[in-house]
């Protein structure tokens, strides 16, 4: 009988192991799924990454290669303005390229034509070119955007 109860015990005792064994088999596999799945995740997103940066890097090869055009239009938008050829030539030679250039946002957006120009104006007067530059962009693509969907 105490045999039996010994057995009997060891049949549980290997049960046990058992049933322990194949959770941690369970759990180790739940484990390796879940690194595989953020490693497909790392990659999605480096490959996001890849192509946002080769975007940007196509607009700043494109913005460098129209800056001689900026520049002249902008010469031309100062002189429609009242500026004289040589004036206008000084301040749409400060136009750079920067990053918000490429982003093709407007420090105008919300503002009305009274704020825009008074914006212009202060830029003007403090000599600050390439913000005036940045400011006539913005005010010229405001003012063209609806044109061009026509």
């Not at 009242?82 to 490429?102: C, F, T, W």
Request: proline share 1%; with cysteine.
């Amino acid at each position: 009988m105490f045999r039996g109860k010994v057995v009997c015990l060891a049949l549980l005792a290997l049960a046990a192991t058992g049933t322990s064994l194949a959770q941690q088999q369970d759990s180790q596999v739940a484990h390796d799924l879940e690194i595989q799945q953020r490693q497909q995740a790392y990659m999605r997103s480096e490959a996001i990454l890849n192509n946002r940066q080769q975007e940007y890097d196509q607009r700043a090869i494109k913005a460098m290669n129209d800056l001689p055009k900026v520049r002249a239009h902008l010469t031309k938008v100062w002189q429609h303005f009242g500026m004289s050829a040589k004036d206008a030539e000084v301040v749409a030679s400060a136009y750079r390229v920067k990053g918000i250039n490429l982003g093709r946002g407007s420090l105008l957006t919300g503002k009305s034509d009274q704020e825009a120009a008074s914006m212009l104006q202060s830029a003007l007067h403090d000599k600050d070119y390439a913000l005036a530059d940045e400011l006539m962009i913005g005010y010229e693509r405001t003012r063209i955007g609806p044109l061009a969907g026509k």
